[in-house]
């Protein structure tokens, strides 16, 4: 079965997560 | 404190370098690296409004390039920046806060965080009910639609991962477990950019003459 995704992993790949963009201004 | 003032005046303040000791003293950062996150901070708090305070249109601004729109994880990330709850994140707060995200920062810390952005109505768990609402809300900032049955399917393979107690609500304890197993689940909670700060490499155009020694 290939639905071993998790739900965390999904929700981590927010640009509302991903600070790194904050140096990129 | 010279952050008290608007804008703060942490330039030529006579209190700057005791309020930039005081925030190294509480972080994990030092002298240095607080001038440079300063730097870093002038620039994100006047990208729309001047004032030294960083609104959340302009960390929305920073982080999607665009002044507007919601984001249920920004809101999060706001909020959590937001120590006082005044809407608004000021310098002492944006160093607080970026301090867990630095490479040497405690695991327990970004554990912490990351459990507290995900517990959406605080409510000391995460809830399932939470979980499913930042899937629909990932895939929709993502554009990307998913069957009720595949999202439900992610939910089951998730919670029958991280639920150890089977009571469709995942504790601290639990969470600790499941991102120890996951570590990958706090890579976001990681920022390599915070390990080699300078004022070199946050406002290229500062020359290292104008550092401060530790």
């Known amino acids: ?25 | 404190g010279c952050f008290e003032c608007r804008p703060p005046c942490l330039q030529n303040c006579e209190n700057r370098f005791e309020e930039i000791a005081r925030l190294a003293n509480e972080t994990i950062f030092t002298v240095n690296e607080v001038e440079a996150l300063y730097e870093l901070f002038k620039k994100l708090s006047s990208s729309i409004i001047d004032d030294g305070l960083i609104q959340k249109e302009e960390l929305h601004l920073a982080l999607f390039k665009t002044p507007s729109g919601e984001n249920l994880f920004l809101d999060r990330v706001f909020d959590l920046f937001d120590e006082k709850k005044n809407g608004v994140i000021k310098f002492d707060e944006f160093v607080h806060a970026l301090s867990v995200f630095h490479p040497n920062a405690p695991m327990e810390e970004k554990i912490d965080f990351a459990f507290r952005l995900y517990d959406l109505r605080q409510t000391g768990f995460i809830e399932r009910e939470e979980v499913k609402q930042m899937v629909i809300a990932i895939l929709m900032e993502s554009g990307i639609t998913l069957s009720d049955d595949l999202l439900e399917a992610i939910m089951d393979s998730t919670f029958a991962d991280a639920d150890a107690d089977k009571d469709d609500r995942i504790n601290i304890e639990e969470w600790k477990d499941f991102v120890l197993r996951n570590p990958n689940l706090l890579k976001n909670m990681t920022l390599p950019y915070l390990k080699d700060l300078s004022l070199a490499t946050v406002f290229p155009s500062f020359t290292s003459n104008t550092r401060i020694e530790d």
């Open chain 1, 1 to 25: 079965q290939p639905t071993a995704m998790n739900a965390f992993e999904l929700i981590s790949m927010s640009k509302g997560l991903n600070l790194s963009n904050l140096f990129d201004i």
